[in-house]
């Protein structure tokens, strides 16, 4: 993984492109955070009903199903920038210099071909369930109050839209560090041992706490 100061900038176009990108997959990240809140005033809401009032909320598991794909799906780029999915190190953490920044940048590429393919099959299935001739533009609607779907169904193509700008930015990155050799490329997250990531994450809550104290 890679913490967000692990991050190099500088002034070139591929740095710029970085920031820029970044500055929406933080706004996407803040709209699935407020997903997640939402869906938590729903439960209360819901279980207040029922219990005192007899009342559940209508169609609480419609706007459950409306709700998980921009928890599932928006922020996952703003992971993918900082390094934060899942991923095996076993080979990658003994590779250093040109022969690393190949086999990121061949291992990026493959992810983004397949979030190529994916893109499509999405779109393709949110354009299943939007009608402009439909009322409200859809073909689909969820069971219990008749949500349209394909709202939630375009969030999916459009999270992996923006993850595919950043594999292709981030394979620009590894292929630049690869042809120069730098050792601390920008726009793409480093790699970090264990032990470092952490010293880096013991540090960043250190020096929150220092913030506090003062």
């Known amino acids: 993984m890679a913490s967000p100061s692990n991050i190099m900038e500088d002034d070139t176009l591929l740095s710029r492109f970085d ?5 929406l997959e933080t706004k996407l990240a803040l ?3 407020i997903a997640v809140f939402s869906l938590m005033v729903l439960a209360v809401v819901s279980v207040s009903g029922r219990n005192f009032a007899n009342a559940p909320l209508p169609g609480y598991v419609d706007w459950i199903e409306q709700t998980m794909p921009l928890i599932a799906f ?3 780029s703003y992971t993918q920038r900082l390094g934060g999915h899942i991923r095996m190190d ?5 590779l250093r210099g040109r ?3 190949l086999v990121e940048m061949l291992s ?3 992810m983004l071909s397949l979030m190529l393919l994916l893109v499509w099959g999405t779109f393709s ?3 299943r369930a939007f009608d402009m001739s439909a009322p409200l533009w859809s073909r689909d609607s969820s069971m219990d109050i008749g949500i349209p779907l394909w709202p939630s169904k375009l969030i999916v193509p459009v999270g992996f839209s923006v993850l595919s700008l950043r594999l292709a930015l981030q394979a620009w990155g590894f292929r630049r560090a690869f042809a120069t050799g730098a050792t601390r490329p920008v726009a ?3 790699y970090e041992d264990a032990a470092t990531a952490a010293a880096n994450e013991a540090a960043t809550v250190s020096g929150f706490n220092d913030k506090e104290e003062s």
């Open 99 to 101: 022969p690393l920044w």
């Open 74 to 76: 928006v922020a996952v």
């Open 188 to 190: 793409v997250p480093l």
């Open 19 to 23: 920031r820029g990108l970044f500055w």
């Open 125 to 127: 299935h949110f354009l």
């Open 108 to 110: 990026t590429l493959v």
């Open 90 to 94: 076993i080979v990658i953490g003994r």
């Open 31 to 33: 709209l699935g955070g």
